[in-house]
Structures are given as structure tokens and as C-alpha cells.
């Protein structure tokens, strides 16, 4: 393709370097590019990059604008209920009431405070991406090798790239010599990439631009010398900088909850004060300032002012609780939205699989070989059509063991229980492979030392190595492409000898485990000329003995396939996105389990769809393979937009957009990539993918538990408006004072509702299917127990008040007995509430859990305090209770517990015969 082809004039040549996607630079020669950009052999001149440099800016992506302190601690406040209780702490305050005042201040700003701390450890992923990018370059300029930072690169500046380089920019490549670059967090390949010079399609994928060399890789093998054709923003990670910049975060479910249920209270709270005020006012002969210092007394009983409270230490909890499941949390809410996922996209290598090769199968010429074991750990046996097999009972076998041992440049290494490698990881493979075959490398090079080599480079596709043992006598060894290898041989290794090479069988083995997603090298042999040192080329293209085929892949990890399984029980569909081939992809997804493995949508497929075309589709993809960042994002945006809930994993910078759009963006601990982490709201310590299954299983127990905290609170709420209201409109006393409602719901209240936060995960959590995302905080069953609870517990505090006035107690006592009852009632509550459904009259439902009875215990002692402290009496007007005013308070909860059982009964039945 030509410059005039591309489409590019004068003008898009002259600022191409800011629009990369403009100029297909992989799809030109090196020759155009070189013109097109004015490089020359000697390098630009100082005049060139100044100017240049002036024009494009430097080779470094742009610092994002951080938040104040004081703007990040008072956003903590931008939430309804908070401004609700704010607004009755103001109003509280204006009528004197100073300590009810201090008190809801104080719960705002311990909700703002923990919100604070969470939010301190908030995303910098713009800055972690920057860290990126390499600190120096090697260049020729005006014809001198010079090390220069890399943010003075400029679009033509010829640098020069070797073993163990970062890619400073976006290279067009002009001369490669064994070049290999870890493209992994880019691209998500499992394996470094071979490089070369030639041009490839102006359609190829991100991952097959074999003649780029992008910014932030890792150069892992040989050398290149390549042109600067983006710099900065324009490169592909600074594209990715900038999809970061452009999203904005996602609301979570819990939240858009908690928002709705706000505005819904405030306006019933609103709502029932102005009615009761006008129809007091109309109905009363009440001052306007005790009607309306009774409607405040009836906006603080209506108004859970513990709520923000149990909500934030709840979610704490299950913060700690999912820490002990190596899910780290950076932000707090995505706790609970782990619950309520229900689709699960992954990226494939080091998530789902080890990121370590690992040879799965062996074609020998008379068997087909399968090896057992994953990873770098050389420990698994062999099987032959199923059966158990010795590797001395296949001498061919061992044979072809023995050439990968001996032609190979990696290195294996044992550190304590852990093995690591160096090199090539497909070499590792080979390794690995040898020493379950029982070859010791170290042995067998010294039986067999290297005597000549033939290095692996990309134009001939293969490595040979000569040996002689300490007779003479000599051996080669080579692997490479398959099909590069048939074409060398003329014979193949069969148990019985050598017999004649049957090419056209080894080619369909060779296709059928490419199908599998196995990466296939041979291995061949042949006798070395005692008499010759020096391996030449013409020594081995031709008349080589085939020993095998060998299939490598990277395997899934064992405990993510049960966590696969697990998902699925609990209604949560799986999908992977990955960047690597669709053959690779499907067959992993196969292995793992996912639904539907028949097919794959490719990114070049997720480009040729409008947006309202791959909504439909996605839902029912679980493969997609050959994804850019963009296609990752897409996905996502596409399967939010169907009403899913949608978690994202990933470890690579090319994860990162869709981390962050995602519902909630889980990354890689270990072998994730800063800026994946930073985009994250969860982060996995041990990089398994089982971690997630049970991250939502907290995630859902924590959902359950804020439900319960929410059934709990808004009956006792619930309970003291509606005594506050009947009070004003029948013209009675208020059985309960203002101060005595704030002291029940910001200690009983909230101390027993505290307890509730620790409660075990019931047994169905994970057999569930997900809650849909716009399911509403309080279900209808929710909302008739908080009616029903509420009734009773009026009925319970005006019960006993009338009952002790009636008994001939002054209204203090009898206050007093109201509060009391109010605070049993609520103590044999916890009990029913703690199962919403399944009845709590069980050995296990009475005893409680540690925190429940930690809690009954401390509310009973400062129930105990307030009534019989006299200092309590002067604060809060309460009279001690003699033991017969005291029996009734008892019998008020018991009552309550029982019937609340038999509700309970009732509905079940109700339910199974309607089912």
C-alpha cells in the first residue's frame, strides 16, 4: 500500500504523528514510512527534533487533575439521606435541641469519614498507565548513538531496540534480528510475539501487527531498529489514557438503592409532617410553636438517622470478610455490588489460565501422547489411549524429551515449593516437559555437550543445536514450525526405526491440535559428522528423522473451573475476552466450562456491528476473542445496556477502560498491571479466578444483611411516628419524647441492628439467580413487614403507656415503660428478623450468634442505665420501674416474637400453594 492509497495527503502527512489513526503504519512499507516522516539512516538532526518536538509536545501522557481534600471529604455529603439528616439536625438544633443536633451531625460524619478513607486509596489509573512508558531511549541522531529521556522522542527518530529495552513510543519497525516483545498487557498474548519487517494487512488486529512495536512492551529477545511513528497520547496506550479520561464511574446498584429509597422517604417523611401539621392545626387548639416542635419530634422518629451508619460499617465488614478471601476492596461499595452481578466478563491468560505454557500433548509416530500436569512444576505423568504409561516404555518419547531439553536456551528454577523460568516460556514448556520424562538437563549436557548452534530466527523458523558425546560421535537437534520441520525431514522415529515420512498424516495431526488451541513446534533429529564443528544450514534442510510434534497450551487454572461451575449455580454467566486467537480461546473456554463454546465473535466481527446490533448478540457469546481495548469496552457498555450487572477482571493496561466502566472492575493482584489495579474497585491477591465465586458470596450475604438492617430499623422508625401522630391528631400525650426517640434509635436501635452485619450467609446464597439492577431497595414483602412490625410495636408503646397511666403512673414512669417496651419489643425482633423468611424458632435462631448476643447484652445494660441511673433521669426524664411494671415490657416482646412466627407460617404456606 502506498501513501497515495492510504488516503493521505500533504497535510494528514504533515501532523500524522497526532492522529495515528489516520496512518495504517503497519500497512506501509518501511520505505514509505520512513519517507513520509523524513527519517534518514544518520537520524534527525537537533534542529529537526527541537522543532518537532515543539509541534508534537513531548513523549509523555498528561498528569490528570487531582481533587482537593477538602472538595473529596465534602463529596462524602452528596447523598439525599445524608442531606435529610443534616437538614433535621439544623432543624433540631433551631429549637434548642442541641445534643439530638450533635448526635445526627456526628453519625453524618462518621459515614463521611469512613467514605473518606476509602476513597483516599481512590484510582489514579491515568498515572499508573504514565509509569508505564520507558525513562530513556536509545536513538541515532545526526549519525550518533545517543541515550536520550524518552519523553524528547519525537515522530522519525530512529531508535534502536534490544533484549530487556521497553519500547519508548509506537515504532514502525525497519530492520528486525530475532526480535521478540512481550505484548501481554496490551494485547493480552500469552507468548512473546516474533517480529518482522513486512507490512501486514491494513484490517489486522492490534495483536497481529507484527511490524509495530508499541510503547510500554517489553522487548524479551534479539534487536530492531525501528522509526517513532506516535508519541505520547497518540500511541496505543496513551488511546487508552484517553477512553480512561473519557469515562465517567459507575453508580452501583446499592447506591441507585439507596438514592431512590432517600427521595421515596423524604417525601412520605415530608409528605406525613405538612398533613399532620395542617390537620393538627385545623382539628387542635395547639400553639404553632408546640405544633411545631411536635412535627420535628415526628420527622426525627420517621427518619432512620442510623441508617448511613450500620449501612457503611456493614459494607466495612465485608470488606474484612472478603480480605480473608484475598479480594482486596479499594472501594466500598463494591462490596455489595459483587451480590448482585450477574455477568462475570474475564479476560483469559493469567486469570482464567496460569500464564505459564505447559506441553499438553505429544504425536509420535506410533502414539499419541497425553501429558499430565500444569504449570512450571515438572511434576505429571503420561498416558497413552488412556492408560498410564512409564516414559522408558516409549523410547521415542524419550528421545524427543531429550531434543528439548538439549535444544533449548531457557533455564528452569526452583525457589523453595515455587519454579520459575527463564527465557522463552514455550522453551520453558520443553523443559518441563523433558524432566517428567526423567531427562536431567544438567546430566544429559554433559553426556552431550553443545558444540555448534544454529539460533532461532523468524526467517527460517527453527533452532538446531550439534552435540558429540566424549567418543565423537556427533547429534543435531531442531525444533521450530511444524511445518517448516516436515518439509526438512525425510523419515520418522517409530519404535521399530526409521520409516518413511508420511507428510500428509503428520499435517492433519498438526491441524487437529491447532483446533484444540495448542501451539504445535516438532522435533527432529539426525546423526552430527564426527569430523565437523561447525553446524551448517545445508546440515539440516534436508533429510532430518522426525522424532514428534509437541502441543503446548496455557492451561486454566484447576480452581477456576470449579469457580466456573460455581457462578453458573448462582445464575452468573461467565464470558472471556481475551486477545488471543479464537481457536485458543474456544478451546480454554471449553476446558473451563463456559455455556456456549461454539462459537466466538472476533474483535474484526464486534467492528463490523452497529451498537444496537451487539447488544443483542452479546448476551449470547461467551467467547470473544481477538478484542482491543475498545471492543473490551463496547462489550461491556453493550451488556450494561440490556439491564446486566456486569464484573470485569483483567491484569493487563489493555483491561483497563473496561475495569473501570464496568459495574465493578476486579484486577489481578500479582500479575496484574498498576494501571489494571488502579482502575479497579476490587483486587484479587492471588490472582484466582476462584476468589471471585467467593467475593460474591460475601457480596451477597452482605445484601442480605443490610436488608435485614433495613427490616429491623424502619419498623422501630416506623413504630415511633406512628405514636407521634396519633398523639398530635386524638390531642394525647406523646408517649415517647424527642430526646428519648433519638436515644433509642442511636444506641438500642443501632446496637442491635449492629449485629446483624456479622450475620452467616444463609445455605440457598449461592443457588440464587442474581437480583435484577433495578429491583428496588424495599420489595413488597419488605414493605408489609415494615407496615405490619410498625403497627404492632404502636400498638405495643401505646399499649403499655395508657396501660401504666391507667395504673395510676405520672407520665414520666409511664414514658419511661413505653421506651422499655419499645426496647424489648425490639431485642425479641432481632431474633425474627434475623431469618426474613424461614422461621426462628429453632435451637440455633434462639441462641444467636456471638454478636447478637454481645449486643442484647450491652443494649440490655444501658436500658438497664437509663432507667435506673439518676443521671440518666435528668437528661432524659426516665423514672426507675418497679418488677410488676417491668413483666408486661417482657411479655409485650415475647408477643411480638410469636406472632411474628405465626406470619411467617402463614405466608410459607401461602407461597407453596401458590407454587
Known sequence: MTADEAGLTPQTRAGA????????????????????????PDGLTAAEVQARLLRDGPNALPTPKARSLIVRFLSQFNNLLILVLLGAAVLTAILGHWTDAGVIVAVCLLNATVGFVQEGKAEHALSAIRHMLSASATVRRDGHRLAVPAEQLVAGD?????????????????????????EAALTGESVPVDKAIEAVPHEAPLG????????????????????????????????????????????????????GFARTLTAVVLGIAVLVFCLAALVHDYGLGDLFMAVVSLAVAAIPEGLPAILTITLAIGVQRMARCSAIIRRLPAVETLGSVSIICTDKTGTLTRNEMTVRSVALSAAQVVVEGVGYEPHGGFSVEGRDRLAEDVPTLVELARAAALCNDAALRQQGEAWSVEGDPMEAALLVLAAKAGIDRAEEARRLPRTDLIPFESEHRFMATLHHDHQGRGVVYVKGAPERILAMCASQRDEAGDLPLEAEAWHARIQAMAEQGQRVLALATRAGDPSRQPLQFADVESGLVLLGLVGMIDPPR???????????????????????????????????????????????????????????IAPEIDVFARA????KLRLVQA?????????????????????????????????????????????LADDNFASIARAVHEGRTVYDNLKKAIAFL?????????????????????????????????VSSIGLALALAFEPAERDVMQRPPRAAGEALLSRFLIWRIAFVSLLMTLGIFGLFEWALWQGADEATARTVAVNTLVAMEVFYLFSVRYLNAHSLTFQGVLGTP?????????TALQLVFTYAPFMAALFDSRPLTLMQGVPVLVAGVLLFAVLEVEKRILRRRRAAAG
Open 158 to 182: 530512529l531508535v534502536l531496540l534490544e533484549a530487556g529495552d521497553k519500547v519508548p513510543a509506537d515504532l514502525r519497525l525497519l530492520w528486525a534480528k530475532n526480535l521478540q516483545v512481550q
Open 208 to 259: 497481529d501487527r507484527i511490524c509495530m512495536a508499541f510503547s510500554g512492551t517489553l522487548v524479551t529477545h534479539g534487536q530492531a531498529r525501528g522509526v517513532v511513528v506516535a508519541t505520547g497520547t497518540s500511541t496505543e496506550i496513551g488511546r487508552i489514557s484517553r477512553l480512561m479520561a473519557g469515562l465517567d464511574p459507575i453508580e452501583t446498584p446499592l447506591l441507585r438503592q439507596m438514592t
Open 17 to 40: 504523528a497526532d492522529r495515528p489513526t489516520t496512518v495504517p503504519w503497519h500497512a506501509l512499507s518501511p520505505g514509505e514510512v520512513e519517507t513520509m516522516l523524513e527519517a534518514s
Open 714 to 746: 424502619l419498623p422501630i422508625n416506623g413504630g415511633e411516628s406512628l405514636s407521634v401522630v396519633i398523639a398530635i391528631l386524638a390531642g394525647l400525650t406523646l408517649p415517647i419524647t424527642p430526646l428519648q426517640i433519638l436515644w433509642i434509635n442511636m
Open 558 to 616: 484447576t480452581e477456576a473451573i470449579a469457580a466456573v461451575a460455581d457462578c453458573r449455580g448462582a445464575g452468573i454467566r461467565v464470558k472471556m475476552i481475551t486477545g488471543d486467537h479464537a481457536v485458543t480461546a474456544r478451546a480454554i473456554a471449553a476446558q473451563i466450562g463456559l455455556q456456549n463454546t461454539a462459537s466466538a465473535l472476533t474483535g474484526a466481527d464486534i467492528e463490523a456491528l452497529d451498537d444496537p446490533a451487539l447488544a443483542r
Open 851 to 859: 454478636p447478637v448476643l454481645i449486643a442484647i447484652t450491652v443494649v
Open 639 to 683: 451488556l450494561q445496556g440490556q439491564g446486566f450487572v456486569v464484573a470485569m477482571t483483567g491484569d493487563g493496561v489493555n483491561d483497563a477502560p473496561a475495569l473501570k466502566r464496568a459495574d465493578v472492575g476486579i484486577a489481578m493482584g500479582q500479575k496484574g498491571t498498576e494501571a489494571a489495579k488502579e482502575a479497579a474497585e476490587v483486587v
Open 628 to 631: 482491543s481495548p475498545e471492543h
